[in-house]
């Protein structure tokens, strides 16, 4: 074990400069114009990962962008399998102009490496990658058998993955299933996330006339569709944070007071997390704590809304249409198809007669709990523990990974979430950064992970 970490310890430089080359390719899965820079990526990293001594590497292609997938079966039949997920996608950068550094130049400041991907997720399922090339340069094997799987639509839904994973079961056969795409409670905690919300998408249109008309010859009149539109995105949720979407609790699992506890004992200061986003004042369910709103209760939110005249100066009119994207965060054991048909019928029971209502769902993800006492769950404690000198606390995730909940129905392996990211990493957002210290604990977490988990 020791010569496994000295010599994650004695790479350090190389490392990053690697995983800066990797951060350097436009990877914005959402952007048709990148379509042929992502897949670049996934050649790169297919070439990095038989370099560093993958005996079989594979590029699946889907419907979207293509799927990376490497294995190393070397430790025989008997052995473990360890199946690692991650994506090499990224989110698009704007607003560019309020990158303090170029979002394709990776800049390290203050030991913080800064690009889109750093943390979500290209760092994270690099410090994988370096973890496993460090057994391959020590060991001259791994522990376990590895399978890796690095797609490339995460941030756009993974819409192509289900059915892959479904066409390919044998292939991805396997333990467990290690993904490192979340992030620590807080600073210096390293954390195991055991649930993710899931997630649905509705866009919605409200269609009015048949074009824009004088809103002096008309107005008074004829139904506004961006006031329509407004009207009804107001009757989605109730004073008190409830949302009004009918039966839309039906499914919520009851948390337990044993669970509701543990969150009460991690660290927590409403007034910092009001100071960090600069806001006076938070919202929600009023019976709900805020770790509890975000964690284990469900959301909905409004995306983006369109319509009408923004341009310079004044256009009187009213518009012939308005649209909104929504979103809704969903816990056990709410189904996105069953929740986005209920919003949808709500929307369109009270809409006015007025205007024309249409509604477009788009590809979800389940909610997802993980058992907590699975031998993968003892590997990745162990492994933290050892990375980074302190006991990991177990936390639940507001945001999604859609893939999580298929990998354990259709594999049926239990998923463990080791993530190395920080809150303040803005993720999704301008200058998204990794601190180094989470990068090179990571590549040895990763490290332990293997060894630990072959003993288990
Ligand atoms: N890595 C995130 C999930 C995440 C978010 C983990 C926040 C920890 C904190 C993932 O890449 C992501 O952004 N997921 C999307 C899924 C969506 C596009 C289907 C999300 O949660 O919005
Ligand atoms: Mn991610
Ligand atoms: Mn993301």
């Not at 370099?51 to 419907?63: L, M, P, S």
């Not at 892959?164 to 292939?171: L, S």
């Not at 069953?338 to 909610?367: F, M, Q, R, W």
């Amino acid at each position: 074990m020791k010569e496994l970490l000295s010599f994650i310890e004695n790479n350090q430089e190389k490392h990053l400069e690697q995983l800066k080359e990797f951060l350097k390719l436009k990877s914005i899965s959402a952007e048709p114009e990148y379509k042929e820079e992502v897949r670049r990526t996934a050649m790169w990293l297919k070439i990095h990962l038989s370099k560093i001594g993958f005996e079989k590497t594979q590029i699946f292609e889907t419907k979207g962008h293509p799927i990376v997938y490497a294995e190393w079966l070397g430790a025989g039949n008997n052995a473990k399998t360890v199946l690692i997920y991650g994506h090499y996608d990224v989110q698009p950068v704007d607003p560019i102009e309020e990158w303090n550094t170029p979002p394709f130049e990776p800049t390290v400041i203050d030991n913080k490496l800064y690009a889109r991907g750093t943390a979500d997720d290209k760092g994270q399922i690099f410090a994988h990658i370096k973890g496993i090339e460090a057994h391959f340069q020590t060991y001259g094997k791994l522990p376990v058998n590895v399978k890796l799987l690095i797609e490339g639509e995460e941030e756009a839904g993974s819409g192509n993955l289900d059915e892959f994973i479904a066409n390919n079961k044998d292939i991805l056969k396997c333990d467990t299933v290690l993904i490192s795409d979340t992030e620590w409670y807080t600073f210096g905690l390293p954390s195991i996330c055991y649930a993710l919300r899931g997630i649905s998408f509705v866009e919605i249109k409200v269609i009015g006339p048949n074009r824009d008309l004088h809103s002096g010859s008309y107005g008074g009149a004829v139904d506004n569709p961006i006031f329509v539109l407004a009207k009804m995105l107001t009757k989605l949720k109730d004073e008190r944070g409830k949302i009004i979407i009918p039966g839309f609790y039906d499914d919520v699992v009851k948390v337990s007071e044993e669970e509701r506890k543990h969150f009460k004992n991690l660290p927590f200061s409403e007034d910092e997390l009001k100071k960090s986003i600069e806001v006076e004042e938070l919202s929600g369910e009023i019976d709900f704590s805020v770790l509890e709103r975000i964690w284990i209760r469900p959301s909905i939110d409004v995306n983006g809304i369109k319509g009408g005249y923004i341009g310079e100066g004044m256009k009187t009119i009213i518009p012939s249409e308005a649209s909104a994207k929504i979103s809704m965060r969903l816990v056990p054991n709410q189904n996105p198809q069953d929740i986005t048909e209920k919003l949808s019928k709500y929307l369109i029971s009270i809409a006015p007669k007025s205007v024309k209502i249409i509604v477009n769902p788009a590809h979800g993800g389940n909610p997802v709990i993980t058992p907590i006492d699975s031998p993968g769950i003892k590997a990745a404690v162990k492994a933290l523990e050892a990375a980074f000198n302190k006991k990991p606390v177990f936390m639940r995730e507001g945001g999604s990974i859609p893939v999580t909940d298929t990998f354990s129905k259709m594999l049926g392996a239990p998923p463990v979430l080791m993530g190395l990211g920080l809150p303040d990493d803005n993720i999704h957002a301008p200058n998204e950064k990794i601190n180094l210290e989470n990068f090179f604990g990571g590549i040895k977490a990763s490290a332990v992970f293997l060894s630990e988990y072959s003993k288990l």
